[in-house]
């Protein structure tokens, strides 16, 4: 006999009553269980024989782990019942971590004012890790600052709007908490009196028995019972086996009215085979951590709510549920090993890039080009850290602390490299300061073809010097570009004045413009002549190069027109636009052309990758699948773009502009 059993509570009461015949007894519990059981199997397995059941429950009993099973789901459904019924929003997993202190402080807030005070625990530890940690870096940093200014440790202060609200919202998460608890508590003692108040009822309903009216107040008895609110969970145990050994001894009682017991028994046999019904059905469901909860909530309805059956059913019945119940604990067990087997994979990981970390060598970074190459990789490294999941807190903190200690190495080092920077920086803004004295000194210098080669220079000068510190940048690119640009536009303004030869060319192109409007081009060979044309008629003065756009926009229909492919068409137009900047020597604009062309080709060479990655996934398809057909077709269409930008970038790049 399983000890577990809730209903084998004083089991000697029964042997008081034996006043029926066993036989009687058997066929009236088997026809209860015949009309109950609808399906053939269920009834095949209760109606097992003794030997096979006295077999089973002694298999069951020496497997320790499965009765320490039955135990814990016990107590568990214990803590459940007497857990305060409150209707909560679902809260779903965060991850914190990537969170910052701003966002903790809004998130603790928002936990503790939407949630009860007695739900948020994980939440609100949570929190409280990442944010402890996060600050912690924070103060760290400004204490090194600090220092590094030349401030002694001990004099060290620093204060935080977001730390304070932070404090001020554990602080009343607290006292809502202790005020929670401290009013269940003594609601727990009221409801503790309540349900000793039921028991001496019964004690006195089974003294003075009343067999007309003492099923009717036995009833309400229970009625009260279940409706009293939770006690404290270390008196639960205690008043609920006192109350049942009551309940038993009333049904024992029972014999004087078989009716009532017979009919009690059998509903209670009902629902009880529901129960173990729905118990098989939780041991399929894959989620482990559902199935268990439910099973918990089962237990509990099984002993709180639901009376004993018959004594010759009882061992069968609870025999059948335990089995339902080793099935989903064993299951439960595997997860729990499989979860083990998870964690120690991601403590490897996790260790594995801390290796890397320490692993990265930053003696040679020179530059702050290296430096920003080092920390890409660094962020890259955390990144995966964190992508590797969360671990539970007691394994984490020691990982963490290696993790913390591998980056605060790396930190250091940077932070010593910047900090030489900065003289650097210093020496840098001396020398751009000097040259913009030099530019403004000669932006209104008429001396065109001196002052052009030194401003040119000087243009070149400022490109080889380094970084100047943060707060200055933008006012000393202003002041020197405002040099440069207002000496260049004076130079062009000059130099765009129209001469008599001038004239003579804008009116040519002019008249050749008419006439190119008029007249048919129907050959490739024809147009290209047109074009060499235009380019013989010489060079536009500034002002007037849009007559540069007109001729573009003419030669662009003609194009258009040809029975030529749109690879060639394409490349027809672009040698035409940037022949007419290289003609007129706008470096500008070919320089940005050059750049835009060289951002396509980047940016067609990384979709052209992506889609060959892509493609890899489906190694294993069929040539024919849908899927596959159509990155081919992307692919290809890529790959004609791709090649037509490369194209263009040559011809532009043999300029020699």
């Known amino acids: 006999m399983l000890d577990n059993n809730p209903d084998n509570v004083e089991d000697n009461f029964e042997k008081k009553f034996e006043e029926n015949s066993e036989e009687n007894k058997n066929n009236s519990i088997n026809e209860a269980v015949d009309s109950l059981i609808e399906s053939p199997d269920e009834l095949q397995e209760i109606k097992d024989t003794t030997q096979l059941i006295d077999s089973e429950v002694s298999l069951t009993i020496k497997n320790t782990e499965f009765s320490e099973s039955i135990e814990e789901i016990e107590v568990k459904a214990a803590v459940e019942a007497e857990d305060v019924k409150i209707v909560v929003k679902e809260i779903k997993d965060i991850d914190y971590s990537k969170m910052n202190l701003e966002n903790l402080v809004s998130e603790l807030e928002k ?31 400004k204490k090194a600052d600090f220092i590094s200014a030349g401030g002694e440790s001990l004099d060290f202060q620093f204060s935080s709007p977001l730390k304070t609200q932070y404090n001020l919202l554990l602080s009343k998460h ?21 349900r000793f108040e039921v028991i001496e009822n019964l004690k006195n309903l089974i003294i003075n028995a009343d067999t007309k009216t003492m099923y ?52 209670n046999l009902e629902e009880k085979l529901k129960i173990i019904l729905k118990a098989e059905s939780l041991a399929e469901n894959e989620n482990i951590n559902d199935s268990f909860k439910e099973l918990q909530e089962l237990h509990k309805i099984w002993k709180e709510d639901i009376g004993p059956v018959a004594r010759e059913m009882r061992e069968k019945i609870w025999k059948k549920f335990s089995q339902a119940t080793k099935k989903i604990h064993d299951k439960r067990h595997d997860y729990y090993r499989s979860m083990k087997t998870k964690f120690d994979e991601m403590i490897h990981n996790k260790l594995q890039i ?51 200690i591998a980056t605060k190495s790396f930190n250091k080092a940077k932070n010593n490299f910047y900090k030489g920077e900065k003289d650097s920086q210093q020496d840098n803004l001396n020398k751009k300061i000097a040259l913009i004295e030099l530019a403004e000194s000669l932006k209104n210098s008429t001396d065109w073809e001196s002052s052009t080669d030194i401003m040119k220079k000087i243009q070149s000068d400022w490109k080889k010097i380094g970084h100047v510190p943060r707060k200055f940048s933008d006012d000393v690119w202003k002041r020197f570009k405002d040099a440069c640009n207002y000496y260049f536009d004076e130079f062009h303004k000059n ?9 003579l060319i804008i009116d040519g ?70 022949d007419s900047f290289a003609s007129n020597n706008d470096v500008r604009k070919l320089d940005s052309e050059q750049i835009f062309i060289r951002k396509k080709v980047d940016e067609f060479i990384r979709e052209t990758q992506q889609l060959e990655n892509n493609l890899g996934f489906f190694s294993n398809a069929k040539p024919d699948n849908p899927l596959v057909l ?7 269409e890529f790959k004609q773009d791709l090649s037509l930008w490369k194209e263009k970038l040559n011809y532009i790049k043999k300029l020699n502009y």
Do not use: C, M
Request: glycine residues 2%; positive net charge; aromatic residues 10%.
């Open 216 to 267: 009717k107040h036995f009833k309400e008895l229970q009625d009260s019972w279940r409706a009293i609110g939770p006690v404290s969970k270390t008196k639960y145990n205690d008043t609920w086996k006192i109350y049942h050994h009551h309940v038993e001894r009333f049904y024992d009682l029972l014999h004087l009215s078989n009716d009532f017991r017979d009919l009690d028994f059998k509903n």
């Open 174 to 194: 607290k006292k809502e908490r202790d005020a929670f608890y401290n009013d269940q508590e003594k609601a727990q003692r009221v409801n503790l009196d309540k």
């Open 509 to 578: 192109k002019k008249a050749f413009l008419e006439k190119i409007k008029k007249e048919e081009y129907n050959t490739k060979e024809a147009l290209l002549e047109a074009i060499n044309l235009w380019k013989d008629l010489g060079s536009l003065p500034r002002s007037v190069r849009h007559l540069e756009g007109k001729f573009n926009k003419q030669i662009d229909r003609l194009i258009s027109s040809l029975s030529i492919d749109k690879h060639e068409i394409e490349i027809l137009r672009f040698k035409n636009k940037v």
């Open 495 to 503: 130099k765009n004045a129209v001469s008599s030869e001038d004239q």
């Open 630 to 636: 159509n990155v081919k077709l992307r692919l290809d």
């Open 354 to 404: 801390i290796s890397q970390i320490n692993d990265l060598d930053t003696s040679k970074n020179n530059n702050h080009s290296d430096w920003q190459s080092s920390i890409n990789e660094i962020e890259k490294l955390r990144q995966a850290y964190f992508n590797e999941g969360k671990l539970p807190y007691a394994k984490s903190e020691e990982i963490w602390q290696k993790f913390k």
């Open 111 to 141: 936990v503790i004012n939407e949630q009860p005070v007695n739900k948020v625990k994980k939440q609100v530890d949570g929190i409280k890790n990442i944010f402890n940690q996060q600050f912690g870096v924070l103060l760290a940093e």
